[in-house]
């Protein structure tokens, strides 16, 4: 097997790693009508709401898989800069470290939506008065 092969099938599944975990975090359903606690907050939470219903454990694993399958998709970069291996030196280092920066990033958001589900459970726990402090917490998350 040769490294472009091998680096190809480590993308493969490193990329069915981080769907699944995708699949975790974000494939419930919920009637927000059930919930009436989170309906004032349905602008702010925008779908994040779908995540009162996943279990502590589904949301960890959920968010550590697209984390763990990140690097996997990182070794399949390998190919694309064989791919382009007769352009511009400094054009092909540029677009795979902007392709590296992306998946760092991404990796880093995905490892984040355990927060975001974690905080959607709490608001729809507490009572109306302490809201407020989680409401305030979502904001500060969601501006970075």
Same mark, same amino acid.
């Given at each position: 097997m040769?490294?472009?092969?091998?680096?190809?099938?480590?993308?493969?599944i490193g990329a069915f790693i981080y769907a699944v975990g995708d699949v975790l975090l974000l494939a419930s359903n919920?009637?927000?009508?059930?919930?009436?606690?989170?309906?004032?907050?349905?602008?702010?939470?925008?779908?994040?709401?779908k995540m009162v219903v996943i279990s502590p454990s589904r949301m960890i694993w959920g968010a550590l898989l697209g984390v763990f399958g990140t690097p996997l998709v990182v070794a399949g970069y390998w190919q694309i800069y064989q791919?382009?291996? &007769?352009?511009?030196?400094? &054009?092909?280092?540029?677009?795979?470290?902007?392709?590296?920066?992306a998946s760092i990033?991404?990796?880093?958001?995905?490892?984040?939506?355990?927060?975001?589900?974690?905080?959607?459970?709490?608001?729809?726990?507490?009572?109306?008065?302490?809201?407020?402090?989680?409401?305030?917490m979502i904001e500060r998350h969601k501006k970075f």
């Amino acid at each position: 097997m040769t490294a472009i092969q091998l680096t190809g099938i480590l993308a493969i599944i490193g990329a069915f790693i981080y769907a699944v975990g995708d699949v975790l975090l974000l494939a419930s359903n919920i009637n927000l009508d059930d919930y009436p606690k989170l309906k004032p907050f349905a602008k702010l939470l925008s779908d994040a709401e779908k995540m009162v219903v996943i279990s502590p454990s589904r949301m960890i694993w959920g968010a550590l898989l697209g984390v763990f399958g990140t690097p996997l998709v990182v070794a399949g970069y390998w190919q694309i800069y064989q791919g382009l291996g &007769g352009a511009n030196e400094s &054009g092909v280092l540029a677009t795979i470290s902007l392709f590296g920066c992306a998946s760092i990033i991404g990796a880093f958001v995905h490892g984040t939506f355990y927060y975001m589900g974690e905080y959607v459970q709490a608001l729809n726990q507490v009572d109306e008065k302490s809201q407020d402090v989680i409401v305030k917490m979502i904001e500060r998350h969601k501006k970075f």
